[in-house]
Nanobody
Framework: QVQLVESGGGLVQAGGSLRLSCAAS????????MGWFRQAPGKEREFVAH????????YYADSVKGRFTISRDNAKNTVYLQMNSLKPEDTAVYYC???????????????????WGQGIQVTVSP
């Protein structure tokens, strides 16, 4: 089992930027895909982005494409989400997630991810 701890959230004005970090421990981080999801008040959790185990491929939700960038540093057991041009509709609790299978393929489905962080609040003011 892997433990995931998010950091870097907070309050920012529309048009601003934040970088979320997710530190992993408990298994070989570099062997697993990682993802970010978010959940806004009153809404279901939704996919934001994912990155495969070696960082060679990334995938984004249409709502964040061109504004958010997911990356990973396997030497630091950390995955990042750089969020630029933030909008009020990006306000949500953001969750880091780890893929279920070693070297496995993931999609935007939360079922592909077996471990989750506790979540971190991101609030974008108008």
């Amino acid at each position: 089992q892997v433990q995931l701890v998010e950091s870097g959230g907070g309050l920012v004005q529309a048009g601003g930027s934040l970088r979320l970090s997710c530190a992993a421990s408990g298994r070989t981080f570099s062997d697993y895909a990682m993802g970010w999801f978010r959940q806004a008040p009153g809404k279901e959790r939704e996919f934001v982005a994912h990155i495969i185990w070696n960082g060679a491929t990334t995938y984004y939700a249409d709502s964040v494409k061109g504004r958010f960038t997911i990356s990973r540093d396997n030497a630091k057991n950390t995955v990042y989400l750089q969020m630029n041009s933030l909008k009020p509709e990006d306000t949500a609790v953001y969750y880091c997630a780890a893929g279920r299978r070693r070297y496995g393929v993931v999609t935007g489905s939360s079922g592909d991810f077996g471990s989750w962080g506790q979540g971190i609040q991101v609030t974008v003011s108008p």
